[in-house]
């Protein structure tokens, strides 16, 4: 997993550093809810 985690933008390896140690429980639901709506509506317009 970690030599996938490297391709990734700076800001995704930023964002997922913030989850693993700062992010509260409230925070990790709303984040969760924004990528799941984020990469469901991606995945819409590349079908």
Known sequence: ???????????IKKAIRYIKQDASK?????????????IERRTLTLD
């Open 1 to 11: 997993m970690m030599k996938d985690f490297d391709k990734f933008p700076k800001s």
């Open 26 to 38: 409230e925070e990790l639901d709303e984040i969760k809810k924004l990528v799941e709506y984020a």
